[in-house]
């Protein structure tokens, strides 16, 4: 009985495990199912947040493409505008040119306007053929203007074609991310579709095995009773079993106590083990402290003796530095004293040199006196003469301005042809004489003062003068270099090219002598500005000037002459 008994314990207690068994697996089946629940929420919010992400993805994608279609928008827009400033400036430029051209033909029309009636056929001939010329650059002008608007045309068309390829890669750019973003749904769709399978099936599965646990536990009530018996007849079976077991539990009991003890000595071995090595590391890590501690006083004690070291050659230099300072006053105080005892000789000498020099003054004073005095007498000398060649010179300018006037008048009557060539001639001949006479008469009185002439600033005018003189010989040399021609010419005409070189000769003469005159007044405003010691050097330059003058005067009027023979000999085939 008492094993009947115990069975049944053995069987009650084998039905409550199986239950806490069925209880257990139920309970993580049901975890499980929240779990996967869990799992699928949290798909499913990562699919939520990874839309959302597309969708702002999608968003920027298509505000940067927006942005970046009205940037370039915009850079088209001020390209355009650039080029219609472009076009507006042509414009100006042309209007400008075209103004400038009808300027320069009214100044044209002007000029034409003012010429002489015999030119009316040339002048209309060229009225005609600016207008040609006017009509054609209006042509030009339009053609150009044709030519922009035609550019303008392409360059707008281009623009469009531009534009228009722009807006359609960006839609296939937003096509190609459309389907991307559908794959990407679809993918998703799928994956969702998979994961529920995978669910269902597992959800059959667990439905499947409790289906069986079920079956098992109906099962397993209609055999208890039949093995209740068969139970009981093998409990005694099992009793022995079991004793065998318990004798086989306390011989396995004792051999995992040998194991255990054998572990546990092992393991203090190894623990053993550690603590020695961590007892030699620790050693090991007090050593190198002792040595990097050891080093470390080394290097105190190092920078200790640099520190040392430096403070005593600071001392040292600052000792040095008082001792040169002691010297340097001691040599500042023996240079003072030598000073003083050098100024102080100095100052006697100097003393004595102050009385040399008064002795020597009081004897330059009665030199200069008597210099003083000859130079008076010197100078009355010199103002009388200097009186004297200023009446010579206003004489002379006086008969200059007379001279002038006759010339001025010869010279309209020569161009009125009142007067023959040669009378004029003789006329410039007779000019020139006179000139000569009163220039060799103030020559000798510049001589008698026995003085050299001082420079002046005049003299450079002078160079200049003779630079306009040679520059007018080359204007006048201009009408001889025509090729030679031995076609004989009718004397009408040779008298013409007589006349207009003797006009040219006259026009060359009367600027040569009006910048004689102004030289001259020149010369009176330099005399008036300058001191009255230089008056005497002055008037002998400018006598020397005069001169040279008369004589620049005489050689043009040679050369006139000559050119108006060379002429006449080569208009009349005269070689």
């Known amino acids: 009985m008492p094993n ?76 355009e505008e650039k080029q219609r400033k472009k076009i507006k400036q042509m ?12 300027e320069k033909e009214r100044r044209q029309k002007e000029l034409e306007l003012e010429m002489q009636k015999e030119q009316k056929r040339k002048n209309e001939e060229l009225k005609k053929k600016q207008e040609e010329f006017h009509k054609q650059l209006e042509e030009k002008h339009l053609q150009k203007q044709k030519e922009l608007e035609i550019r303008k045309k392409e360059l707008d068309k281009r623009e469009q074609k531009r534009i228009q390829a722009l807006e359609e890669k960006q839609q296939q750019k937003a096509l190609e991310t459309q389907e991307k973003r559908l794959e990407k749904e679809r993918k998703l769709e799928q994956n969702k579709k998979n994961q529920m399978k995978i669910l269902e099936a597992q959800r059959k599965e667990f439905l499947e095995k409790e289906q069986k646990a079920e079956q098992k536990l109906e099962n397993f ?9 068969n139970r009981r007849k093998e409990a005694e079976k099992k009793s022995e079993t079991i004793k065998k077991v318990l004798s086989q539990n306390e011989k396995l009991l004792k051999k ?7 572990k546990e000595k092992e393991s203090e071995l190894r623990k053993n083990e550690v603590l020695a090595l961590k007892e ?43 001792h040169k300072f002691e010297k ?33 003054q009081d004897k330059e004073k009665e030199e200069i006196l008597k210099r003083i005095q000859e130079d008076d007498e010197k100078a009355e000398a010199i103002k009388k003469e200097r009186n004297q060649i200023l009446q010579i010179r206003n004489q002379m300018r006086i008969e200059a301005d007379l001279m002038k006037t006759e010339m001025k008048e010869y010279f309209e009557k ?36 026995g003085s050299t002439p001082v420079k002046s600033k005049a003299k450079p005018q002078a160079k200049s003068q003779v630079k306009k003189k040679i520059d007018v010989e080359k204007d006048t040399k201009k009408p001889t270099k025509k090729k ?69 005067i005489q050689k043009l009027a040679k050369k006139h002459d000559k050119n108006l023979v060379e002429l006449e000999k080569r208009l009349r085939g005269v070689v």
């Open 221 to 229: 009530k209609g055999q208890r009773d039949k093995e209740y018996e």
């Open 484 to 552: 030679k021609s031995y076609t004989p010419m009718s004397e009408e005409d040779i008298k013409k090219s007589l006349d207009e070189l003797a006009r040219k000769q006259s026009e060359e003469l009367m600027q040569v002598i009006e910048q004689e005159e102004q030289k001259e007044e020149e010369r009176n405003i330099n005399l008036q500005n300058s001191e009255p010691s230089t008056h005497d050097s002055l008037e002998l330059e400018y006598g020397v000037e005069r001169g040279k003058a008369s004589d620049r």
């Open 414 to 449: 020569l161009q009125n042809k009142q007067v023959s060539l040669e009378g004029a001639k003789e006329m410039m001949e007779n000019f020139s004489k006179k000139f000569e006479e009163k220039q060799k008469k103030l020559k000798k009185i510049s001589s008698s003062q």
């Open 328 to 360: 340097a006053l001691k040599d500042r105080e023996a240079y003072l004293t030598q000073k003083k005892e050098t100024d102080k000789r100095k100052r006697k000498e100097r003393e004595k040199n102050v009385k040399k020099i008064h002795k020597m």
């Open 256 to 262: 995992r106590r040998k194991d255990i003890l054998l």
């Open 4 to 79: 009947h008994g115990g069975t049944v314990d053995e069987m009650i207690n084998d039905l409550s495990k199986l239950q806490k068994k069925q209880m257990k697996e139920i309970e993580k089946m049901i975890e499980y199912e929240k779990k996967m629940q869990e799992i699928r929420e949290e798909n499913e919010n990562k699919i939520k947040r990874q839309q959302e992400i597309e969708k702002r993805k999608e968003k920027m994608i298509f505000l940067k493409q927006k942005e970046k279609l009205l940037q370039e928008q915009k850079e088209a827009e001020i390209r």
């Open 91 to 102: 414009e100006a430029q042309e209007r400008e040119r075209e103004r400038q051209e009808a």
């Open 280 to 322: 030699e590391e620790h050693k090991k890590k007090k050593k190198e402290l002792q040595v990097k501690e050891k080093h470390r006083k080394q290097v105190l004690d190092h920078n200790y003796e640099i520190e040392q070291q430096e403070k005593k050659r600071i001392l040292a230099k600052i000792e040095e530095d008082e």
